[in-house]
Structures are given as structure tokens and as C-alpha cells.
């Protein structure tokens, strides 16, 4: 009896040996690997580590930005562009855009050697926004009224605790007019078009994929698969080969209590104020 358990665990080990040598040497063969940017762009941390780890392996000859996002947030836009030109340059990246690729997400996408989007992709979006709340009629309605102390005039611009003045309309317009200029610049240089010809089109107005390749926003039409045949192509891959994802998510639990624990230390005010204001690069269906 004994002696069959040890040919058991024998038996055992020498298929997780087995196992474990096939999965290594499936590590070392060629691969593309996907990036997703799916839904609002709020924090770039996890898409920076995946393109790190995608810089890292020697086994990954090209990236694909797969993206399916509206926009966000102008900085994890900025961030992640930013990290996608520098991959770019030792591994080719082309991106494949989904049913939207707007504002942030397309500013993602021009950090890519070839943009392919399907005929009805809405893109484009180039445009800048800020939206404040303002509930001090509410509050005032409620008898509740809010006092706030500053060390500089504009230290509190854009509180939801009262309305904007007219320099502080100045001062936002002003930001978003910069921001709005760094977006069209990048525009410009990545897709090698006349500045006169983006300013025409970046009105914050969007394109379905097939507009957005006449006027030279995008590089192709086509899905994921044309993408990947792109891809294999300017790594100077053949045949068949793997594609790999970053990890899952670990589920809607791990998702609440990061949410949770991030923002429990935030007070009411922080919450509001930095909800309401935040600079966007992002298309809403309204």
C-alpha cells in the first residue's frame, strides 16, 4: 500500500516537472502582448506596470493598446502616452480600437507606430473640459452655511460652495486653453498634420472610425486580428504565435475595499470639490 503512494507522488511530480517545462519554454517563444484601456482613464499605476513588464520580457516583440474608453483624467492620459512613445521606440505598439477610443483614449492611441479602428469606432474628442458644482443655493435652502479661509485669492477657485467669479473664469480658461494646445501639439506631430488642419478639428467633436481615417486621424480600418497581423509584422514575427494578457482583475471585492480604503481618509469637502473640478480629456453621450 505504501508502495503505491510512492509511485502516486512519483507519478505526481513528474507531471508537474513535465508541466512546468513546457510552460517555460512556451515563456521563452515569441508574443504579442495586449494592453486594455477599458472605461475612464482615472489612474495609470496598473496600465504602467503592465507596460513595464511587457518592456521587460524578452519574449514580448510587440504590443498591442487594445481601447474601449471614453477618456479621463488629463494626467494618467499624459502618463501612459508618454510611457507608450518610449516602449515604442525598442518594441513596436500598434493600437486597435474598440467601440470608442475618445478625448484621452485617443491621445493614448498616437503613441502607436499604426491606429486601426473598425468603421463605426466613435473617436476624435479632442477637446478639453472642467465642470463645477455649485450647491451653496441648496446648502443655503438646508440653513447651512459654509465659510472658508485662504492664504491666496485664488486657493479656493471652483468651490462648490459658491459661484465662479469672473477671474476665476479667466483663470480656468486660460488652463484649459494650455491643455487644450498640448493635445492639438501631440495631434499634430504623431500624425504628421498641418496645425491649421487640427485646430479645424479639434473642436471636441467626434468621428465614427471611418471619418477619422479620411482625415488622417487613424491608419487603417480594421479589428483586433489586423492588428495583431500588423504587429507580427513590424516585429518580424511569422506564423503562429501567443498573445498574452496582463493578470485579471481579482474580482469585485478587491475592487470595492481598494476604493473603500483609498477615499476613507477623505473628507466630504475633499470628495466634492476634487469630483466636481477635475481636468478632463474625456466624451460623454448626452
Known sequence: M?????????IIICIALIWGIKASIQSMEPAVGILEIKGPIMDAS????????YEKDNAVRAVIIRIDSPGGKIGPSQEIYSRLLKLNRVK???????SMAA?????????????YALPG???GSIGVLIQF????RGLNKLGINAETITGGKLKDA?????????????YFKAIIDDLHEQFMEVVSKRRKLPMKDVKNLADGRVFTGRQAKKLGLIDR??????AINMAKSLAHLKGRIRIIRPEANKGLLSYLIKQVLGSATLPLRHDLYYLASDLRLEYSLR
Not at 92 to 98: K, Q
Not at 133 to 136: C, G, L, Q
Not at 163 to 168: I, R, V
Open 103 to 115: 478625448s484621452g483614449g485617443y491621445y493614448i492611441a498616437l503613441a502607436s507606430r499604426c491606429i
Open 133 to 136: 458644482v455649485n450647491v451653496s
Open 158 to 170: 471652483g468651490s462648490p460652495f459658491r459661484p465662479l467669479t469672473k477671474s476665476e473664469r479667466t
Open 92 to 98: 513596436p505598439v500598434v493600437t486597435s480600437m474598440s
Open 46 to 53: 496598473e496600465t504602467l506596470d503592465t507596460i513595464d513588464n
Open 2 to 10: 505504501r508502495k503505491k503512494r510512492y509511485i502516486l507522488v512519483f
Open 221 to 226: 480600418i480594421g479589428g483586433l486580428d489586423e
Open 121 to 123: 469606432t466613435i473617436t
